[in-house]
């Protein structure tokens, strides 16, 4: 397994809930004695706000402004365009059902399944993008231009195989579409990591036309949204992760990673 990756993910799993909110809740139990008070609202205002984010309707705070920047495309903004990218977005590894194959995750077979919509209304070539950062001996582009192939019956042209994050797949991708003559791009990820990919893509050198999916924001709130839910938790932990990831950017690049940089 690549070290980067891994350290990436270890200082993540402590930024991100539910351990950002635990850790702070554990800290004031022990507090209690010496600073009862403070201790107390340290871990009940944890607690509280564990819950608020573990609700859909929670989530929806860090996940709404996120998608609000990603529009679904218009396929007339596809003009001009020289090719689409889809982004990985993780793998299954040895899946038993398929002989023990990596098979795309759920997530990133959404974003294939939209690639190949795109493919179909547009006729652009595709290139996946997906190294091995895991450690896994096959990149996660070439599961995915499997897939693409035989449940898709459509042909990836290009693999970018070496990335380990957003920023590489972003720079990689630009090396190999700028040598054939490709500038202006579809791009395809979720909703919510649209945002700091077209800052990547962008920083990249590329012309970026969004092309977001998987949207989890969409649908009106119910009674049920204000119920604490595993998948709620998750979306807010995948929200504040993109929200970290642009204000990386923006302390590294400032200006030059602004979205407002250029309207594609």
Not at 53 to 71: K, Q
Not at 114 to 136: E, F, I, K, N, V
Request: include cysteine.
């Amino acid at each position: 397994m690549n070290v980067g990756y891994f350290l990436t993910n270890a200082v993540s799993a402590v930024l991100l809930p539910p351990l950002d909110l635990v850790l702070p809740c554990a800290a004031g139990f022990f507090m209690r004695r010496r600073w009862p008070r403070l201790g107390t609202a340290l871990c009940l205002g944890s607690l509280v706000l564990l819950v608020i984010v573990s609700t859909t309707a929670g989530s929806r705070l860090l996940a709404v402004p996120l998608e609000e920047m990603a529009p679904p495309l218009n396929l007339v903004d596809s003009r001009e365009a020289g090719a689409i990218i889809i982004l990985g977005g993780g793998r299954s590894r040895m899946s038993p059902e398929y002989d023990e194959q990596d098979q795309p995750s759920l997530p990133t077979l959404a974003r294939l399944r939209y690639g190949a919509y795109l493919y179909r209304q547009t006729g652009l070539p595709l290139l996946a993008s997906g190294g091995m950062p895991d450690g896994s001996g096959k990149s996660e582009a070439a599961v995915m231009a499997e897939v693409m192939r035989e449940d898709f019956a459509t042909p990836v042209k290009w693999k970018e195989q070496s990335s380990d994050n957003t920023a590489e797949n972003a720079r990689n991708s630009a090396v190999i579409l700028k040598k054939s003559g490709v500038r202006r791009v579809l791009l395809v990820t979720d909703a919510l990591h649209m945002a700091r990919a077209t800052m990547a893509f962008r920083m990249a050198g590329l012309e970026v036309v969004p092309a977001p999916t998987a949207f989890r924001t969409a649908a009106p709130l119910t009674e049920m949204d204000f119920v604490p839910d595993a998948g709620a938790l998750a979306t807010t932990h995948y929200a504040m992760h993109e929200w970290i990831g642009i204000a990386w950017y923006w302390l590294r690049h400032g200006h030059s990673g602004s979205l407002a940089q250029e309207k594609a």
